[in-house]
């Protein structure tokens, strides 16, 4: 399982596939913001990472501009993340409560990190093609790990799934910690995302974003 995991990751970044993200992620990673300007930025594809014996996957949209995109792992240097280890760290699945790097020493434990998209979109608006460009790699995920439960940050990301799934039905709809068991077992479950634009209006709170981690485990029980 960790074997094809790494053969996985190892295709994810050495992805070329959308012209307009390969474009962007490196020029992002030329220009670089000012508070970074001596780091090197990674400038490729971001791929999943966590626990490879994971019963829960979480799915995001996109790797940020000046966090994925800069540090090469999911959700890691930017405000997503600073709201998103916390609450992972306080429901158990992480060993710390922090992550600024690749080499930082975080783990994680009972669960696996990756997202809808694995480059960094300008306005963090990827194309519905770039999106299904980037689906291969999401549902050859999904056959590795076979998680019990899948937490979507997002619309975008409760959509591919259930997409990939063959899910769709019109009451399963995304709405802040629902929840819907599918006909092959799988559980979702659904959150916003914890980005700044949800976090700082007071639209995801910690103890919105700390019952779903409390629910997911309920989940795989």
Sequence with gaps: MTSQLEKLNAEIIACRKCPRLVAWR??????RRRAYQDQEYWGKPVPGFGDPH???????????AHGSNRTGRQFTGD???????????????????????????????????????????PANK??????????????????????KVVVCLGRIAFERILGIY???????????????????GVWILCSYHPSQQ???????TEAMFDDIWEKAKTLIE
């Design 26 to 31: 490196e020029e992002v990673a030329q220009v």
């Design 54 to 64: 994971a019963q829960i996957l979480v799915v995001g949209l996109a790797p940020g």
């Design 79 to 121: 405000a997503s993340g600073n709201f998103l280890f916390p609450a992972l760290y306080r429901a158990g699945f992480a060993n710390q409560p922090s992550a600024e790097s690749r080499s930082d020493g975080l783990i994680l434990k009972g669960l696996y990190i990756t997202a809808s998209a694995r480059c960094v979109p």
């Design 126 to 147: 990827p194309s519905p093609d770039e999106l299904s460009n980037c689906q291969p790699y999401l549902e050859r995920e999904l056959k590795i790990l076979n998680p």
């Design 166 to 184: 063959s899910a769709r039905r019109p009451a399963r709809k995304f709405a802040h910690g629902a929840s819907y068991r599918l006909e092959n």
């Design 198 to 204: 949800n976090t700082l209006t007071g639209k995801l």
